[in-house]
């Protein structure tokens, strides 16, 4: 199994361009999530996806479009981006039930908006 | 609502010294408890979890964390670090009474730094 994949491993955008952040896992796990990391802040949830077509807000959504149209898959949208959204992005992928559960994380991909 | 505090946000041991970490949460359920390490530019990866039974529990690389309803903590330990921990470790309690939607919630993090 390669886990939980993200492409591309860093990127520069200038304000107002629009990309896609790619994140796949071949677990099978219903439960996907988009994390942002910033220094002193910990990781801030962006959206979630519990299944194929199921998607929801976190914490910090805006700015952020994503899609569930199958279970690999969970890409993240930005549509405008500005200087705040300068991040290091996760994905993650959630696997079993009450003491088995797990989130497996992707190595994350680096993000300067300038 | 469910909340993890992680006091001291950098850490410096010695190579050979004990590492301790402290998180502390707020929850109104009996929480699932996880400790999760990032290693520079990587991803982060599951050390150890709490969910139900014994209160220590061990996880990968000689680390343990031991529950304690009384004090709501879950305090990392490792008896003797050694150089290849210096990481950031997170501390996160999940909502896992909200169902199919329950989330991790995290604290801010702790950087560990190893000394020779």
């Known amino acids: 199994n390669a886990g939980v994949t993200q492409t591309p491993k860093f990127q520069v955008l200038k304000t107002g361009q629009s990309m896609t952040l790619q994140c796949a896992q071949d677990?099978?796990?219903?439960?996907m999530s988009w994390y942002r990391q910033d220094p002193g802040m910990g990781l801030r949830l962006i959206h979630y996806s519990v299944g194929a077509g199921i998607t929801d807000q976190g914490e910090v959504p805006n700015g952020y479009n994503v899609s569930r149209s199958t279970t690999e898959d969970f890409p993240l949208r930005l549509l405008s981006a500005a200087p705040s959204q300068t991040s290091v992005y996760f994905c993650?992928?959630?696997?079993?039930?009450?003491?088995?559960?797990?989130?497996?994380f992707g190595p994350g991909t680096r993000l300067l908006v300038l | 609502a469910q909340s993890v505090t992680q006091l001291g946000s950098h850490v410096s041991v010695s190579e050979g010294a004990l590492v301790l970490l402290r998180c502390n949460y707020s929850?109104?359920?009996?929480?699932?408890l996880f400790w999760y390490v990032q290693y520079p530019n990587q991803g982060l990866q599951l050390l150890l979890k709490?969910?139900?039974?014994a209160t220590l529990v061990k996880g990968i690389n000689g680390f343990e964390a031991e529950f304690k309803k009384s004090e709501t903590s879950f305090h990392l330990t490792k008896p003797s670090a050694h150089m290849s921990d210096a990481a950031e470790y997170f501390c996160a309690v999940s909502d896992w009474n909200a169902g199919n939607n329950r989330k991790l919630i995290w604290g801010l993090g702790t950087s560990l730094a190893v000394n020779p």
């Open positions: 993650a992928s959630r696997g079993g039930t009450g003491a088995t559960e797990t989130q497996y």
């Open positions: 929850s109104s359920v009996p929480p699932y």
């Open positions: 709490y969910t139900t039974g």
């Open positions: 677990m099978n796990h219903e439960y």
